[in-house]
């Protein structure tokens, strides 16, 4: 939270609830980044492409809450609970697949500061899962939202 802080007191915000390219490559550089801060910072980037996010329970009631994003028909559920995860395996992707039914979400998003195994990718790309690593994060965070109407939009569930 205190490295979240620090970057919003320095002016990196382009709006109340945008980050600035020089804001997001600040905040992505800082060591010891927390779930909390990534899933800040994520929310406020879907937030500015006109979804409504809202946190739901999780599947285990254990961990910290999903975040949902809706906008029109799209039901996206998030998670960065592995975010300091070196290599992210196929259970948790799994495990989304499975909070996706609870929640009728279309797509998934799990962000991690490692990688994927191969076994997870696959399976993400079965199950409408979206792999963001730091490198696609910082792609994200940095892309403005007029850029989305050129990139495909997140794919619906398998049937």
Known sequence: MRAYNRIIAKGFMASKNELSAAGADALLKVDGLSQQDIERLVT??????????RAVKAADQHDAPDVLLTKENQRLLLQ??????????????????????????????????????????????????????????????????????????????AG
């Not at 980037?45 to 409504?52: E, F, M, P, S, T």
């Not at 929640?103 to 963001?132: D, H, K, P, V």
């Open 80 to 157: 960065c609970k592995y975010w300091k995860t070196r290599k992210v395996g196929e259970m948790p992707v799994r495990e989304l697949y499975g909070s996706m039914a609870a929640q009728s979400a279309t797509g998934g998003l799990i962000i991690c500061s490692g990688m994927f195994t191969l076994e997870a990718t696959r399976f993400a790309n079965f199950g409408g899962i979206e792999l963001l690593d730091g490198a696609k994060l910082r792609a994200l965070l940095q892309r403005k939202p007029s850029d989305d109407a050129h990139s495909p939009a997140p794919r619906s569930m």
């Open 44 to 53: 406020a980037a879907y937030r500015v492409r006109g979804y409504d996010v």
